[in-house]
C-alpha cells in the first residue's frame, strides 16, 4: 500500500502526534464528485490520502496526523460504507510504541516482564488486629503487595462500606510493621490527596473503569495504579481506560482481569484467562488475574490461580482473611492464610515448570 509518503515524520512524532491510520471503504457506483469532498477535506487537514482501486472494491487509505478528523466527520459522506482503523487507539498502553514489557518497580517490589507479584489481603480493612495479622501472614507466604479496600463499592446502600480514612491509616500501620507497598481502591476524587499520600498503589474499581474522570485525575498523581475490567467491559475498552491514566501522567499502570459478566450463574462472573495473552499481545503494561473476584468461591480459587499463572500472568491478586465466615466483605471467596500458603507454594512451581519449558 503506498501510505508511507510522511513516514519519517510520522515515526519521528508519534509521542506527539494522535496517530491513526484509516482506510475509508467506498461504496458501489462512488461518482468522482461524491469523493472529491473528501479528499478535499483530508488535504485542509494535512493528511496523505491515497486512492486504491480494487476489481469491486474502492478504498482511500490514509497516514498522517488524523487527530483534526473525527471518523463520524468522514461517515457523514453519503458514499462512504465503512471505515477500518488499521493502528488501535491507544498508543501510551500499546506495544506498538513501546514493544518492550515494561517493569515497575514499586517500593522495592517489581512487577512485568518476568517479575511476578503477588498482591493479598482482606476484601476489606475491618480493624487493626485484623489487617496486622492477614499482612503478617500473607507476607511470611510470599506475598508482595498488601491489598484491602478503605472504600468498598457495594452493591447494597447497606453493606458495609469501608472504614474510609481510618482503614488508610491502618494500612499504613501494617506496611510499617511488614514493609509491604500497599494496593488500596479509590472510588472519588474527593480523597485524591490521601491516596497521594498514603497509598503505594491505587486501584481502579471494575465500576470505575470508565469514570473518565476519575481515570484522568488519578493519572495527573503519577503514581502506580491498579486498573481493574470492568464488569461488561471489552479488552479494547479496558485498554483505553489505561489510556486515559497514562495520558493523565501516569506512567504505570497494573491491568487486572477479575472475571467478566456472561449468562453463566455457577461462578461469580466467568474468568476470561485469554485475556492475559490478548493484553500481553497488545499492551506493554503487566497483567495480573483476580481469581477472587472471578470466581467468587474459595475453592475455585487456588485453581484459577495456577490457570492465570500458566498463561503468564505477571501476578494475581487474592482475597486472604483469617476469618472468613465472620468477613464483612467477600468471605465466600476469601481463601485462608493456610490455603493462600498452599497455592503460594504450587503458583511457584508452575512458575517453574514453564519457565524450564
Ligand atoms: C475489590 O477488588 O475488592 C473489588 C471490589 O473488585 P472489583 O472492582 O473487581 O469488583
Ligand atoms: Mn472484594
Redesign the pocket.
Same mark, same amino acid.
Given at each position: 500500500m503506498i501510505l508511507c509518503e510522511r513516514s519519517d515524520k510520522i515515526s519521528s512524532h508519534h509521542d506527539k502526534e494522535e496517530l491513526r491510520f484509516m482506510i475509508v471503504i467506498l461504496k458501489r457506483g462512488t461518482q468522482e464528485r461524491e469523493v472529491e469532498p473528501i479528499y478535499k477535506m483530508l488535504e485542509e487537514c494535512g493528511i496523505i490520502a491515497q486512492e486504491i482501486t480494487g476489481e469491486t472494491t474502492r478504498m482511500i487509505g490514509m497516514a498522517g496526523d488524523t487527530s483534526g478528523i473525527s471518523e463520524d466527520s468522514i461517515l457523514c459522506f453519503p458514499c462512504v460504507e465503512r471505515i477500518m482503523r488499521v493502528q488501535e487507539p491507544y498508543k501510551l498502553a500499546g506495544r506498538k510504541f513501546h514493544p518492550e514489557e515494561s517493569v515497575f518497580d514499586i517500593g522495592g517490589q517489581k512487577i512485568g516482564g518476568g517479575h511476578f507479584a503477588v498482591m493479598a489481603g482482606p *476484601? =476489606?480493612v475491618e480493624s487493626e488486629e485484623q489487617i496486622l495479622a492477614i499482612a503478617a501472614a500473607v507476607k511470611d507466604s510470599g506475598a508482595s503487595f498488601l491489598?484491602g !479496600?478503605a472504600f @468498598?463499592?457495594r452493591t447494597s446502600p447497606y453493606a458495609f462500606k469501608g472504614l474510609g480514612l481510618e482503614g488508610l491509616e491502618l494500612l499504613v500501620m501494617a506496611k510499617r510493621k511488614t514493609g509491604m507497598p500497599i494496593v488500596t481502591?479509590i472510588m472519588s476524587s474527593e480523597y485524591l490527596d490521601a491516596f497521594a499520600e498514603l497509598a503505594d498503589v491505587i486501584?481502579? !474499581?471494575? +465500576?470505575? /473503569?470508565q469514570n473518565f474522570t476519575l481515570l484522568s485525575q488519578v493519572g495527573a498523581l503519577k503514581k502506580p495504579v491498579l486498573l @481493574? +475490567?470492568g464488569?461488561s467491559s471489552t479488552i479494547e475498552e479496558l485498554l483505553m481506560a489505561a489510556e486515559y491514566i497514562m495520558a493523565g501522567g501516569s506512567s504505570e499502570v497494573i491491568l *487486572?482481569e +477479575? !472475571?467478566i459478566r456472561t449468562f453463566e450463574t455457577a461462578t461469580r462472573n466467568t474468568l476470561d484467562v485469554s485475556a492475559v495473552p490478548v493484553l500481553k499481545a497488545k499492551s506493554h503494561l503487566p497483567v495480573v488475574i483476580?481469581p =477472587?473476584?472471578a470466581t467468587g468461591y474459595w475453592y475455585y480459587v487456588e485453581p484459577m490461580a495456577l490457570a492465570a499463572t500458566a498463561a503468564g500472568a505477571d501476578g494475581l /491478586?487474592l482475597?486472604v482473611h483469617n476469618n472468613p465466615e465472620l468477613a464483612l *466483605?467477600?468471605g465466600a471467596q476469601s481463601v485462608t492464610p493456610q490455603v493462600f500458603h498452599r497455592i503460594m507454594n504450587k503458583v511457584g512451581r508452575v512458575r517453574e515448570a514453564i519457565a524450564s519449558s
Open positions: *476484601c =476489606s491489598r !479496600g @468498598k463499592p481502591e486501584q481502579i !474499581g471494575a +465500576r470505575n /473503569m @481493574k +475490567r464488569l *487486572c +477479575r !472475571g483476580d =477472587s473476584h /491478586m482475597e *466483605c467477600d
